[in-house]
């Protein structure tokens, strides 16, 4: 079964870091552009950033440019979004997905798989 495992979410403190992982099973995160998604309650989703499968391009919202990374590691076949200096605005559940194609960093752009989800509380 091809399915994606987000973990790494939990509660910390303004100012602090999370490390969001993606472990990818039934397939190979190489040929897929990834993406990283969040919805915070009563909010619309929204893109957190997005690589192409060529890792040379690379997109991050305007509010975590600056504090987040995304990144792939081929060899484990695992993507991670690497949060640093949280705010309360960045609390939400965050989605980790795959897709084939691509695209503008939106939600109906990265849909061949998409995880579960992982909640991140910043407290303040």
């Known amino acids: 079964e091809e399915q994606l495992v987000e973990s790494g979410g939990g509660v910390v403190q303004t100012g602090g870091s999370l490390r969001l992982s993606c472990a990818a099973s039934g397939f190979r995160f190489d040929d897929y552009s990834i993406g990283w998604f969040r919805q915070a309650p009563g909010k619309e989703r929204e893109a957190v950033s997005c690589?192409?499968?060529?890792?040379?391009?690379?997109y991050y919202t305007s509010s975590a440019q600056g504090r987040f990374t995304i990144s792939r590691d081929k060899a484990k076949n695992t993507v991670y979004l690497q949060m640093n200096s949280l705010k309360p605005e960045d609390t939400g559940v965050y989605y980790c997905?795959?897709?084939?194609?691509?695209?503008?960093?939106?939600?109906?752009?990265?849909?061949?798989?998409r995880g579960q989800g992982t909640q991140v509380t910043v407290s303040s």
């Open positions: 997905t795959a897709d084939r194609q691509g695209g503008p960093c939106m939600w109906r752009y990265f849909s061949t798989h």
């Open positions: 690589m192409d499968r060529t890792e040379l391009s690379i």
